[in-house]
Structure formats: structure tokens, C-alpha cells
């Protein structure tokens, strides 16, 4: 099986008294799915992975799981820290409804290269799912150079997937070396995801700040047809503004983005869980400006469906 498309990866919405919300939790995934996503991720960093215990992130890819029942394919993202763990949560996340996993480096200081291709390799071998790479040279420490990603590809058929959030002309570079073998899915809220959509690559997995402008976008662009390739780039333009804005800086992204979702998914506010970054009234005005204009398409893309 081959995938594709917008799989936005979820913020993580917490109670008063610090445990996970599993309701708000679920109103999300129905909003994502409403606005046409074509899939679902969970435990990237914008669901603030690092800050919960492995029982918590199992417990919130079991309540997703649940509520997506089969509608769209499921990704999880894997953060333990060993590999025997990281195995443990990907056959965790199978029964839970997982259709691919996504590995992240192991914490801390960067390792070296050859020493990440075992990491990946040895635990891809031993999964029962199709596998993804995180290769994140941004935000991320440790990550494979072009070349280590193809070879460990190349060596480790179930790794099927990349989450290939590097520039787009070397992720093009490893497109063309495993001559489309893979499914590469762009990251950075989709700042460069035209150029990874002509590099060949097959989605976006994004925050879901603007997920039904961008899955009109990926269709549009999909389609071959002129005029709608026109309108996805206008699409594109309308968005990178508060796509720039947010991916800038992580911690930023959590405030600024779980609030905008905040306020569509009906929630009276939000509570932090520690370290978080303090919004500003600057960032919450600038935020809500550069989100409206692409409410107002998002209303347009809702008459347009069938």
C-alpha cells in the first residue's frame, strides 16, 4: 500500500489539572477529517511528544485511533528512547490502528551517522509496519545526510516512508537515487511543499492550522489539470505567510497554532503543560491576522465540495 496526501499531525490539548483531554483530543481528529485530510498523525513535535510519559502517548494514540475507526490511514510517531522500546510502542500502535509509524532519532546530543543507520535499520527490521524516517536537520540534532538516507533505504526495505523535512533539492536528490520507492511526506508546516510535489514527493504532514486549504491545495496541484495547478499556487501563497510566521520557532507554533485551533474546535482556552513559551499580545494579534484571509478561502473550498 502507497500513501499520500495532508496528514496533519495533532497538538496535544491538556485539562486544568495537566492530564491529557481526551475530548478535545477527539474534536480535533473530527475537524481534520471534516476539512478533507487524508490521513491522521500523532506524537510529532507539535504534540509536544517529549513532555509525556510513554503511558500517555500511548494512551492519546489509543483514544485517535479509536475515533479516526479505520476512516483514514493512521501514522504514529515513535519517540522511545531504545530500541526495544521503540518496537514495544510500534506493536502498541498496530493495535491501536497505526497503518505506519514514523522513527525519530534517539534524544540528546547528535549521533553519528553510521550510527543512526543501525538505530533505524535495526528497529525497521523488527516492526510489523511500513517505517518512516524522521530526517529533520532543523529542529532535530541528529539526522541522515542525502546519501545515509538512501543508503539505509536502500539496505532496510520496510523503511517505506520518509518524513523528509530538509531542503527540497536534497530530498529530491534521495526521490531520484531510490527511484520511487518511497512515499516522502514534507514537513515545516509545508513552507517548500511545492518543490517537494515536483520532486516527486507524496504529501505534507503539517500542523492543522490551515488543513482544508492545503488538502485543496495537494488536490489541486495532483490533478494535472492547468488552471487548477494555478489556483494551488495561489493556495500556497495565501498560506506561507502564516506558515513562516509559526514554523520559525517551535515552542511559538505550539502557543500560537493549539490556540488557533483552539478557538475553531470551540474550546473556551487552553492550558500549558511545562516548559511552554509565553505568548505575547503582538503574536496572538499577528497570528489571528495572518489566519484570516485563509478562513475565508477555507469557506469558499466548503461551498465547492460536492
Not at 71 to 76: E, F, I, K, L, S
Not at 179 to 185: H, K, R, Y
Not at 225 to 248: C, G, Q, W, Y
Request: glycine letters at 8%; aromatic letters at 6%; a neutral charge.
Amino acid at each position: 500500500m502507497r500513501f499520500s496526501g495532508i496528514y496533519p499531525v495533532l497538538y496535544a490539548f491538556f485539562r486544568e489539572n495537566g492530564t491529557l483531554d481526551d475530548a478535545a483530543m477527539e474534536a480535533q481528529v473530527e475537524h481534520c477529517l471534516d476539512a478533507g485530510a487524508h490521513g491522521i498523525t500523532v506524537l510529532g513535535l507539535v504534540t509536544e511528544v517529549n513532555k509525556m510519559t510513554t503511558a500517555e502517548r500511548l494512551h492519546l494514540v489509543q483514544i485517535v485511533g479509536k475515533k479516526i475507526a479505520k476512516r483514514v490511514p493512521y501514522a504514529v510517531t515513535i519517540a522511545e528512547p531504545d530500541v526495544a522500546g521503540q518496537v514495544q510502542f510500534a506493536k502498541d500502535a498496530k493495535a491501536a490502528g497505526a497503518d505506519w509509524v514514523i522513527l525519530q532519532p534517539p534524544p540528546g546530543p547528535a549521533v553519528p551517522e553510521r550510527d543512526l543507520q543501525r538505530h533505524f535499520g535495526g528497529i525497521a527490521d523488527k516492526v510489523d509496519l511500513p517505517v518512516a524516517i524522521q530526517n529533520n536537520p532543523v529542529n532535530l540534532p541528529s539526522f541522515l545526510s542525502p546519501d545515509a538516507l538512501v543508503e539505509v533505504c536502500k539496505a532496510h526495505p520496510n523503511i517505506r516512508l520518509l518524513k523528509a523535512e530538509g531542503w527540497s533539492v536534497e530530498i529530491a536528490r534521495v526521490l531520484d537515487a531510490l527511484g520511487g520507492s518511497v512515499d516522502a511526506f514534507g514537513g515545516h508546516g509545508g513552507i517548500e511543499f511545492l518543490s517537494l510535489l515536483r520532486s516527486g514527493g507524496a504529501g505534507l504532514i503539517p500542523a492543522p492550522d490551515c488543513v482544508a486549504l492545503q488538502v485543496a491545495l495537494f488536490e489541486d496541484f495532483q490533478s494535472g489539470d492547468s488552471a487548477r495547478i494555478e489556483n494551488a499556487k495561489r493556495l500556497h501563497a495565501t498560506a506561507l505567510p502564516l506558515i513562516v510566521f509559526m514554523t520559525r520557532s517551535l515552542p511559538g507554533l505550539v502557543a500560537y497554532g493549539k490556540r488557533l485551533m483552539a478557538q475553531r474546535l470551540g474550546l473556551a482556552r487552553t492550558y500549558e503543560r511545562a516548559p511552554f513559551h509565553t505568548s505575547t499580545q503582538f503574536g496572538l494579534d499577528e497570528s489571528d491576522r495572518l489566519i484570516a484571509d485563509i478562513k475565508n478561502i477555507e469557506k469558499t473550498l466548503k461551498r465547492r465540495k460536492p
